[in-house]
């Protein structure tokens, strides 16, 4: 009887220690499987952490460039404002330069209608088909180039009768016109001259000019400040002295009549002005 109870007692501790082996092992592996998942877990929010600095980092970042960006609009808008401030000045600025420049166009084209009609009036005083009497415009005066041998004999600067009477025509025309001045400019071949008086051709171009102006002023009435005498001697040549014609050419008289050059100048500052209002 007593081995009958000791055998079921070990048969009963037998079945025991089998269902607790049973159970730690499937504990074990409960507790295997956690420990993956708390692995899998950290390794995961160790990554989101991770990408939680760097999207921080970039919020950061897009933070600054958005400020900047706001910043930099308002001074292109700034800039804008004030760009479009130049322009509406510049623009403004143009116009009243292209109406400075209409209105000296204006003044130089009546200028040159006064200077074409008075070269009209002096070809037609003077005579248009003497070789030796020259009426035209140069850069905008009108200039008679009157030969030598009509004015003076050779290497004198006494004015002959016939010159006189052209002097005439010459002086009906600029008292004619009170607001411009006749300037009269002496010029000479370069062959030397021999006279007491006289050092070289400079002193011959000079002398001869103011010749003209006196008989200007004291035959003819001409105001002394609308003359001007002036001598080239013989740099200004209309062709080489190497021949008799050549020389012949370059001996002469050119009487100026232009616009009182300070009158001219007034004219224009009061287009100038006149824009203004």
Not at 104 to 119: E, F, G, H, P
Request: glycine share 4%.
């Amino acid at each position: 009887m007593k081995r009958a109870i000791l055998l079921l007692t070990l048969a009963s501790l037998t079945l025991t220690s089998c269902g607790a082996k049973k159970k730690i092992a499937e504990l074990e592996a409960k507790n295997k499987e956690c420990q993956d998942l708390l692995n899998s877990a950290t390794v995961k929010l160790n990554t989101c952490l991770a990408e939680k600095d760097v999207m921080a980092a970039r919020i950061e970042d897009l933070k600054q460039s958005n400020n900047q960006l706001i910043t930099t609009k308002d001074q292109i808008t700034t800039l804008s404002s004030k760009g479009a401030e130049n322009l509406e000045k510049t623009l403004e600025s143009l116009k009243e330069k292209d109406l400075k420049i209409t209105r000296l166009q204006d003044a130089l084209t009546r200028k040159d209608s006064v200077t074409i009609a008075l070269v009209s009036s002096i070809k037609r005083a003077v005579g248009v088909n003497d070789p030796d009497i020259e009426v035209n415009v140069e850069k905008g005066v009108v200039y008679i180039s009157i030969a030598d041998k009509l004015l003076f004999k050779s290497g004198s600067y006494e004015v002959s009768d016939k010159a006189k009477e052209i002097l005439g025509k010459v002086a009906a025309i600029v008292k004619d016109k009170p607001n411009f001045e006749c300037m009269v400019e002496g010029h000479t071949d370069n062959v030397p001259i021999k006279n007491p008086v006289l050092q070289d051709n400079w002193d011959l171009s000079v002398k001869r000019a103011t010749s003209i102006v006196r008989i200007l002023q004291k035959d003819f009435g001409i105001e002394p400040q609308r003359l001007v005498a002036s001598g080239r001697g013989e740099y200004v040549p209309l062709e080489a002295n190497t021949t008799a014609e050549g020389r012949a050419r370059n001996r002469r008289t050119r009487i100026l009549v232009l616009p009182k050059i300070d009158q001219f100048y007034d004219m224009i500052e009061k287009e100038m002005k006149g824009q203004q209002y």
